[in-house]
């Protein structure tokens, strides 16, 4: 079974072999800190339950390691809420992205812990099971339970983060298609200013205006009015 625990807002996995034979239960546990003191407690607050023999603390153990999946899944819910809350701020788009896929994976880290967990738990209950089993099916039953309310639950997280992912991506085309319409505008804006000023550039011989007194000042102002009058329009166009 897999070991989960929070380090640096890290999800650290860790592993538990667990070897049950009719007179004891031998626990291994590699790359964690989690111990099992919790498990002998209880045993020894419930002696009538001890009868039952090592049935009852391999559930005791197995308990208390799915109990420990449960703080992981708030954790992911919780980031979820947080980064759902920021996903129509402006330029927010790309950093949300990224805390989604470091997200889905802690996602993943956690349903590769429940998964298998439910499968071979699921044969410890009902039908046939292993002799040291049988006095304890009801309390396995009720950690089948446990951990597939987990993997609803996580199934639910990951589809909200695959549509938070795509609306993210749909704000970052949108983000994109805004400085586009921007780029754009100005471009309109300047390509205008450009074609007049290119008109009197041409230097014929017949072009009144350039020995008029006034032809400078005309020509400004026409381009001045043009630019403010392509602005505007843009403006309320929502473009600039």
């Not at 046939?128 to 199934?155: G, I, K, M």
């Not at 586009?180 to 041409?202: D, N, Q, R, V, Y």
Request: net charge negative; charged share 25%; proline share 4%.
């Amino acid at each position: 079974m897999h070991l989960l625990e929070l380090a640096d807002d890290e999800i650290r996995v860790g592993e538990v072999d667990i070897f049950v034979h009719p007179d004891f239960v031998l626990s291994v546990r590699t790359r964690s800190n989690l111990d099992f003191r919790g498990v002998r407690e209880r045993c020894e607050r419930e002696p009538e339950m001890l009868r039952q023999g090592p049935g009852f603390v391999f559930y005791a153990i197995l308990d208390q390691v799915v109990d420990g999946y449960f703080p992981m899944l708030e954790l992911l819910e919780a980031e979820l809420e947080q980064i759902e809350s920021t996903i129509f701020e402006k330029n927010s788009a790309r950093r949300n992205i990224e805390h989604l896929y470091a997200l889905k994976r802690k996602t993943m880290t956690v349903r590769h812990a429940v998964l298998p967990t439910l499968e071979f738990i699921g044969k410890l209950h009902g039908g046939r099971v292993p002799p040291v089993c049988q006095a304890s099916q009801e309390y396995f039953r009720d950690v089948n339970d446990h951990l597939a309310r987990l993997a609803t639950r996580l199934d639910t997280i990951r589809e909200a983060i695959s549509t938070a992912i795509q609306v993210n991506l749909a704000m970052v085309g949108i983000e994109e298609s805004e400085i586009t319409k921007k780029l754009a505008a100005w471009a309109s804006i300047f390509a205008a200013s450009t074609a007049l000023a290119g008109i009197w550039g041409m230097n014929f011989e017949f072009m009144p205006e350039l020995s008029w007194r006034w032809g400078y000042p005309m020509a400004i102002g026409i381009i001045a009015t043009v630019s403010v009058l392509l602005f505007r329009r843009f403006r309320r166009a929502g473009w600039l």
